[in-house]
């Protein structure tokens, strides 16, 4: 099975050792992204919402690097700072889907990188 690398300017780079994606075969495992713009590398947190429009948004520009949408993504992960925010954050996310919805989890954790609020990360398939 080949592997290749994914990444764009078109969303934050890597603040660790890893890449925005990798393809293995048909899949592709994005990394988490939490809300930073990548022009300017500063986080979004004026709202939870704002926060969570933003991972959004750096999540597709990766699946649009790797010519893939929002309907190959298979399987989701979300990692909250807070179950309070679940509502809000849920309502961000589930708008970028047609309803066809992945599989996912969602989870709070004690601490997310940089203090984000929420972290998202994707699996996606190559074909439909």
């Given amino acids: 099975m080949s592997k290749q690398i994914i990444n764009t300017e078109k969303a934050p780079a890597p603040i660790g050792p890893y890449n925005q994606a990798v393809k293995a075969g048909d899949l592709i495992f994005v990394s988490g992204q939490i809300a930073i713009v990548p022009a300017t590398g500063e986080l979004v947190s004026s709202s939870i919402t704002e926060e969570a429009h933003q991972v959004m948004a750096n999540l597709k520009a990766i699946l649009d690097e790797a010519k893939i949408t929002f309907e190959h993504i298979v399987k989701t992960t979300i990692f909250l700072s807070d179950m309070a925010l679940f509502a809000e954050v849920n309502a961000v996310y589930?708008?970028?889907?047609?309803?066809?919805?992945?599989?996912?989890?969602?989870?709070?954790?004690?601490?997310?990188p940089k203090a984000v609020n929420v972290e998202i990360s994707v699996v996606a398939t190559v074909s439909l």
């Fill in 94 to 112: 589930g708008s970028y889907f047609n309803g066809d919805y992945p599989a996912r989890e969602t989870v709070a954790v004690k601490g997310l």
